[in-house]
């Protein structure tokens, strides 16, 4: 949320890139204020991402050993997957918080995918995930989810990914 001054004359680093991350101040801005939305209901949007992945991506299910022999159908209901969804939410708010403290959000980031990358998973996984959370995110969102909420989601995620991936490399 801006201040009454920003309401009348706009906010000053909107235009302007910030080259540790490739988003502009309003696409900074534009992320914040939506992923509030999204965080505010964090374990059903999780639960959402993840049951919406395993049903495109059924292969990926089998992975997680605490839950790989719950039915899709059942799993939202089951506490372990619950809890894992919010895992993976919380830490994404706090990268997506990090935005202005790069070597802060580069750790988390870092650390998600050397645990991953330790675990056997690749990059086609997170490239995979990546239409799901866009699409969540446009169901959750509505009409807030414009092309500009979408243009710049899409980079923050590709973002957060590209710092998972060096984790991966450097597990």
Known sequence: ???????????????????????????????????NTI?????????????SYFKQYPQYHKVFPAFKDIPLDELSANMKFK??????????????????DIALMETILQSTGQKHGRRGQGRQEFIDLKGVMMEVMKND???KFSPEVEAAWSKMIDVAFLK???GMENR
């Open 164 to 166: 998972i991936f060096e």
């Open 141 to 143: 969102l509505k009409s």
């Open 83 to 100: 809890a894992h969804c919010q895992f993976i939410m919380s830490t994404l708010s706090n990268a997506f918080n990090a935005l202005d």
């Open 39 to 51: 965080y505010a209901n964090s374990v059903n949007t999780g639960v959402a991402i993840m049951s």
């Open 1 to 35: 949320m801006g201040s009454i001054l920003s309401y009348f004359y706009g906010y000053p680093d909107d235009g302007i890139l910030d080259p540790n991350v490739g988003l502009t101040g309003k696409e900074k801005r534009l992320v914040r204020e939506t992923w």
